[in-house]
């Protein structure tokens, strides 16, 4: 059954640098989405992408973050001056169809440790 | 605005014993409904989904929910609990692009 992947499961880092978490959606699917989840919180959207664009990003969002899908396969998050409250776990799904509709897969996150 | 609300933040319960978790979703159109599990230290996993039609809908590993619209529930059931259900279960609704989240229920499951 095809999965959603996500590399590195467990990523420390130093408050102020920078990190790329990566994504590799099912094949076939052309929505992509990043969620976080602080520990022992619920689990919130950030953004999602669909052809080459944001669709929808939330208020957490900020310029600190961006997203890319830099070839075919792979769609990454990128955090360009990471501070202590980023430190939670970050998913990564993919749909087939759009929007509200479309039932979303979920890659087994990235734990990211900001020090 | 687009909300979901899991009342119970924990519940033990016994194995073989029955189990119903709580979901209520506050949404303007016809909500899109989404149950997913997450067992320690691991991602997201699909247990079922309502779109439309039957308002009973079958999930994997036994899992079951009822859509009741004049109550804006989506509750989760299993008829008999085994020791492996031990996890948090969320409860999501598809709003815009993004699925908004419920905080998640604890469930234990005692031997």
């Known amino acids: 059954e095809p999965e959603v992947t996500q590399t590195p499961s467990h990523q420390v880092t130093q408050m102020g640098q920078e990190v790329i978490l990566r994504c590799v959606p099912i094949?076939?699917?052309?929505?992509f989405y990043w969620y976080r989840q602080i520990l022992g919180q619920k689990v919130e959207f950030l953004v999602s992408?669909?052809?080459?664009?944001?669709?929808?990003k939330s208020e957490i969002f900020d310029d600190q973050f961006s997203v890319e899908r830099p070839d075919g396969s792979n769609f990454t998050l990128k955090i360009r001056s990471t501070k202590l409250e980023d430190s939670a776990m970050y998913f990564c799904?993919?749909?087939?169809?759009?929007?509200?509709?479309?039932?979303?897969?979920f890659g087994p996150g990235t734990r990211l440790l900001v020090l | 605005a687009q909300s979901v609300t899991q009342p119970d933040i924990h519940i033990t319960v016994s194995e073989g014993a029955s189990l119903e978790l709580r979901c209520n979703y506050s949404?303007?159109?016809?909500?899109?409904l989404f149950w997913y599990v997450q067992s320690p230290g691991q991602g997201l996993q699909l247990l079922l989904k309502?779109?439309?039609?039957?308002?009973l809908v079958q999930g994997i590993k036994g899992f079951e929910a009822e859509f009741k619209r004049s109550q804006s529930s989506f509750n989760l059931r299993k008829p008999s609990v085994h020791w492996s259900d031990a996890a948090e279960y969320f409860c999501?609704?598809?709003?815009?692009?993004?699925?908004?989240f419920g905080a998640g229920t604890r469930l234990t499951v005692k031997p």
């Open positions: 992408f669909y052809n080459n664009e944001i669709s929808e």
């Open positions: 999501a609704v598809g709003a815009g692009m993004g699925m908004r």
């Open positions: 799904a993919s749909s087939e169809l759009q929007g509200r509709s479309g039932t979303q897969y």
């Open positions: 309502y779109f439309s039609g039957d308002t």
């Open positions: 094949s076939n699917h052309l929505y």
């Open positions: 949404y303007g159109a016809t909500p899109y």
